[in-house]
């Protein structure tokens, strides 16, 4: 069975000669690639009515700007959930990994519920639409794409760990330009992942397609897409977002 996230898996693979066989193939990628939508696009609305929801119940406010065990535990079970995803996946059944990835999304509200108490709603909405546009035009991309965007998304990897490096270390310095940096780089970083990311899960498909791991393919491929429309989201909310 292939690996879901294996980097070297790039261009797509066509099952061979023409007529009924490759056609055949063509509407399961289609409907495959259909369903990884479906699932990234409902996390994100999940997530955004979560967030909303709890921001305006003044919940939001009372637990995540004070001290408390509840406050880390919003915070960091969602980074338990990827790993758990990603590390376990195989052993997982498909109903499991769907399970996790909605209970994901929802605790990603929780956390992501600051930002309406810190940016305008408006605001928020403005980079929302930014980034699908965006997002929309990147994955596209991915998708049509005959050039193997394999050695870029190596290098876009290790962008984000020096990112992430640098990140830790202007939490200390807190420094305003350092952080105007990080956001900039940071949207660059994670377009290009959209568009590496999607040809990725494309060429899963030859892999996945026929096997019980299909289904869990789909969500993986949804986890993928949706912490790069999320990143680009929140990378994008700190040049375009108006504060309160």
């Known amino acids: 069975m292939a690996n879901w996230s294996d980097p070297r898996t790039t261009a797509v693979a066509r099952p061979a000669g023409v007529g009924a066989g490759e056609a055949a193939f063509d509407a399961g990628l289609r409907s495959y690639m259909l369903s990884v939508y479906n699932y990234m696009a409902s996390g994100v609305l999940l997530t955004g009515v979560v967030a909303m929801l709890f921001a305006r119940s003044g919940y939001a406010e009372q637990i995540m700007g004070g001290p408390g ?25 498909t109903a499991a990994a769907q399970g996790l990835f909605w209970a994901f999304a929802t605790l990603m509200g929780l956390s992501l519920s600051t930002i309406f108490l810190v940016y ?12 699908a546009v965006a997002f929309g035009g ?6 049509t794409t005959k050039r193997d965007l394999g050695p870029i998304g190596t290098f876009l990897i290790m962008g984000l760990i020096g990112l992430l490096v640098v990140s830790i270390i202007n939490l200390f310095m807190q ?3 350092m952080s105007y940096v990080i956001g900039f780089v940071g949207v660059l970083i994670f377009a290009g992942l959209t568009a590496y990311d999607t040809q990725k899960i494309k060429s899963l498909y030859f892999h996945v397609a026929g096997t019980d791991f299909v289904g869990k393919s789909v969500v993986m491929g949804a986890l993928t897409l949706y912490l790069d429309f999320i990143n680009m989201f929140m990378f994008l909310l700190r040049f375009m977002g108006d504060r309160r």
């Not at 338990?80 to 195989?90: C, E, R, S």
């Not at 305008?120 to 980034?131: D, E, R």
Request: net charge positive; glycine share 8%; proline share 2%.
């Open 69 to 93: 065990l509840l406050k880390y535990l919003i915070v960091f079970s969602p980074l338990a959930i990827v790993f758990g995803l990603n590390f376990g996946v195989n052993r997982l059944s």
């Open 120 to 131: 305008t709603g408006t605001s928020i909405a403005q980079t929302f639409f930014a980034t």
């Open 138 to 143: 990147l994955s596209l991309y991915g998708y």
């Open 175 to 177: 420094s305003e330009t």
